[in-house]
């Protein structure tokens, strides 16, 4: 969400000061389901793609294996409006003088089935609906005045609002994905104490909310998405990060509930995971910018359903590569995106985030941008021109999106899509002189790919930096199969293919035989040398961690930096037994044009051909040598 016209970013001292308005208290939430009647449109449209959705490398498909691209918009408003100061009574402290009262806008001025027959006007087939943790734990009844054009809803607490909402959405024909914007209902994103997923409370009560809302829609299958958590980014002392295993570690969290959602609540949901927003101080010559989607070349998240993860980022024309998107105080002489001409726009933009849906690499996902916008009553030529330059990109670049805002009241938010002034009367992108009309139009009516799109070979990292990465589902129902050690196992479906020689680094694949692993949840622990066969020493001098005769590896542990184990599974048919050693621990060992990407970034690491499996591992303990693994046995596949 963009703050505009303000500041994103203070100084140090005024980002302190507003640090002292806190959002009202919270209650426990109460796991009853949705309640009242689903509020939807005369005439529900037909839905005309199969939930549940996946992913096949870049693209987003259907239950059906056909493309479903989100052409999305944000249905603001559930997630609080209020700026932190004054009384949250009175509108002029609410974000553009709107009150939203902790539901999504405009339901105080126009019915459902109006606001939902006008979102079809606009082509859009999906919302990202925002939600605060304080709106699941609030059980004071909104006001009237909230939803004075839907007097069904009066009496309802802001999270049965939202269910009426998502229920009018889905039975329409929509899809939604829930959005966890804030940890408190204040108006999002600069220092506000929403920065982070647990600015305003625990790690462990964050998972556990989503682990809440994701149970409360989990019979409606026209919910579709769980989106992490918005805009991460520093605070007024901290920075997040991307894998350094502390409490501000991004990374590890949003694997943390991802992996939560999926296995205690909804395995249907696609997980969205947005890259950090922002870290530093917006000042010239100290270190800030926006990492957004870059770290996941290096480190990427692989799920329990590894079809299931979204990465997402936003782009707004005021903010820029290293530019917080502040006009005085906190403002830096970088460049702002719309500062940028259209080539070095599209560059940007690959290398920030898009570049993730690159074929083949250990990171390869959809990109969801999920936030970019602009006002119906911006005057300035780069403003325009940047907003005429992203949509041509999402346009050939056929991408995913999501514009900001979807709703607004009229004299208000000129940023939205469609505005309501008191008595209901709609103004905006569908009504004549909107200067976004003909940029919205050619973005909604672009050539896209539709329909089928091919099953493609999946690659996957596996980190043990700092604890376990068990990604089978099958190997977890056995439980701790190395006590006390860290653990690496493939995602269901896939096997190990490749290791680092000294970080704890891992890469699995499909590709080639698909599922090779047999029925049944056998498994076999191998942490000797019992299974490698008299006259077969494939790595002289090293100990072989090999499996039986008909298994393969899926996963590894470590302790320390020592090898401590190999997971192996038996093949649901014959394998080859024809071999090879794959030394990698003076050099990279992988073969010319290896898929998967550098899954082992900074180390040594080999990795089997895509027509092998990997059958043991080798390492050393001699004093001086690194125990980490050395060589792969590699053998024909058939």
């Known amino acids: 969400m963009a703050t505009r016209r303000l500041g994103k970013y203070l100084t140090l001292a005024t980002a302190a000061l507003l640090l002292l308005a806190t959002a009202p208290g919270a209650v426990a939430a109460t796991a009853e389901p949705p309640g009242g009647p689903a509020v939807a449109a005369d005439a529900p449209a037909a839905r005309t793609w199969q939930p549940p959705l996946s992913t096949r490398g870049r693209y987003i498909v259907d239950a059906a294996g056909n493309r479903f691209r989100l052409k999305s918009a944000n249905w603001d408003g559930a997630q609080g409006s209020w700026t932190g100061s004054g ?205 957004t989607l870059t770290p996941v070349r290096t480190l990427s998240h692989t799920l329990v359903a590894a079809h299931k993860l979204v990465y997402s980022a936003h782009f707004y024309g005021y903010t820029g590569p290293s530019h917080s998107g502040a006009t005085g105080i906190g403002e830096t002489h970088d460049a702002r995106y719309q500062d940028l001409t259209r080539d070095q726009l599209f560059q940007t933009l690959d290398d920030q985030a898009l570049f993730v849906e690159q074929g083949n690499q250990h990171f390869t996902a959809p990109v969801w941008v999920s936030e970019f916008g602009i006002g119906a009553g911006e005057t300035g030529t780069a403003a325009r021109t940047w907003f005429g330059n992203i949509t041509d990109y999402f346009a050939d670049r056929d991408a995913d999106f999501a514009y900001w805002p979807l709703v607004g009241w009229e004299g208000h938010d000129d940023w939205s899509l469609l505005r309501y002034d008191t008595a209901g009367n709609r103004y905006g992108i569908l009504d004549g002189s909107d200067w976004r009309a003909p940029a919205w139009d050619r973005l909604m009516s672009a050539a896209t790919r539709t329909g089928p799109v091919a ?19 099958r190997v977890r129902a056995g439980g701790d199969w190395d006590p006390g050690a860290s653990k690496a196992a493939c995602p269901d479906g896939e096997r190990l293919i490749g290791l680092g020689h000294t970080g704890g680094r891992g890469l699995c694949t499909d590709v080639t035989a698909g599922d090779l692993r047999a029925a049944g949840g056998g498994q076999t622990v191998v942490t000797d040398e019992r299974n490698v066969p008299s006259g077969g020493d494939w790595a002289s001098g090293y100990t072989k961690l090999q499996c039986p005769q008909g298994s393969y590896l899926i996963g590894y542990s470590r302790r320390g930096g020592r090898t401590s184990a190999a997971l192996c599974v038996p093949a649901r048919a014959a394998l080859g037994g024809t071999g090879r050693t794959v030394w990698f621990d003076r050099s990279d060992n992988r073969p010319a044009g290896a898929s998967g990407g550098d899954f082992a970034y900074g180390d040594y690491k080999g990795q089997c051909a895509d027509g092998e499996y990997a059958a043991g591992i080798a390492f050393t303990t001699r004093l001086g040598a690194n125990p980490g693994p050395a060589a792969l046995l590699c053998r024909a596949l058939s």
């Open 455 to 473: 099953t493609v070979a999946g690659w996957h990292m596996l980190t043990t930096d700092h604890g376990d990465q068990v990604e089978s589902l």
């Open 87 to 291: 009384s949250t009574a009175d509108p002029a402290n609410h974000h553009a003088g709107q009150n939203s009262y902790g539901v999504p806008l405009g339901l105080d001025r126009v019915p459902l089935a109006q606001l939902l027959g006008d979102f079809h006007r606009l082509g859009i087939n999906s919302i990202r609906l925002p939600f605060s943790n304080e709106m699941i734990h609030a059980t004071a009844p909104v006001p009237d005045a909230a939803v004075t054009a839907n007097p069904q809803l009066r009496g309802r607490t802001p999270l049965q609002v939202y269910d009426a909402v998502v229920a009018a959405l889905t039975g329409d024909g929509f899809a939604v994905i829930l959005n966890n914007h804030t940890n408190t209902s204040r108006w999002c994103c600069g220092i506000d104490g929403n920065e982070r997923w647990n600015s305003a409370q625990s790690t462990q009560q964050w998972a556990d909310d989503w682990v809440f809302m994701a149970r409360r829609y989990a019979g409606d299958p026209g919910v579709v998405g769980a989106d992490l958590y918005n805009e991460v980014r520093r605070d007024v002392l901290d920075d997040p990060n991307w894998g350094q295993g502390d409490a501000h570690d991004w990374y590890a969290a949003a694997q943390l509930a991802a992996d939560r959602i999926l296995t205690e609540a909804d395995p249907d949901l696609l997980i969205v995971i947005e890259g950090i927003n922002w870290t530093g101080l917006p000042v010239d010559g100290l270190p800030h910018g926006r990492p």
